[in-house]
């Protein structure tokens, strides 16, 4: 019993169709990430204002007087608010994710850009193919 195998059909039309369908599917994805990326930049930009506002606080106020108490009685009677926020920020970066949440958009972009490059395609970085010129090699 001989495995029989599976042809692509010749139709250019399908094939078109079959790309059309794959740049709206691509191009859904990456919009939907957009709102979420969004966001998580505004949380992020939040977190960066309120530690640079929070930190020259302490720069810019600093006493020789407070480096003669222990580490953990300075950091949580003196400097509560910028351990609060360090806990903050360990909370986004380690727990959320959120650098790579950023991102993940272009993520997506560059994985199918790498997927695509193959067949002579690629994509921007709102998910739209690009039809690169084919490459044909001429043998002497």
């Excluded at 042809?7 to 990456?30: G, H, N, Q, W, Y």
């Excluded at 505004?42 to 810019?60: E, H, N, P, Q, T």
């Excluded at 950023?102 to 993520?107: G, H, K, M």
Aim: with cysteine; glycine share 4%; charged share 20%.
């Amino acid at each position: 019993m001989a495995i029989q195998a599976r042809r692509m059909p010749e139709d250019p039309s399908t094939a078109c169709e079959d790309l059309k369908f794959f740049e709206k599917r691509l191009t859904e994805v990456i919009t939907y990430m957009g709102p979420t990326c969004t966001r998580w930049r505004i949380a992020i930009v939040i977190f960066a204002v309120l530690v640079g506002v929070i930190g020259s606080k302490y720069f810019a106020n600093e006493k020789i007087e407070i480096f003669q108490i222990p580490m953990i009685d300075m950091f949580l009677t003196t400097h509560l608010d910028f351990t609060l926020c360090f806990f903050v920020g360990l909370l986004l970066f380690a727990v959320f994710g959120v650098h790579r949440r950023i991102v993940a958009p272009t993520i997506v972009a560059r994985r199918c850009r790498d997927a695509l490059s193959p067949f002579s395609l690629s994509c921007d970085h709102n998910g739209k193919l690009i039809v690169k010129p084919a490459v044909r090699n001429s043998a002497p």
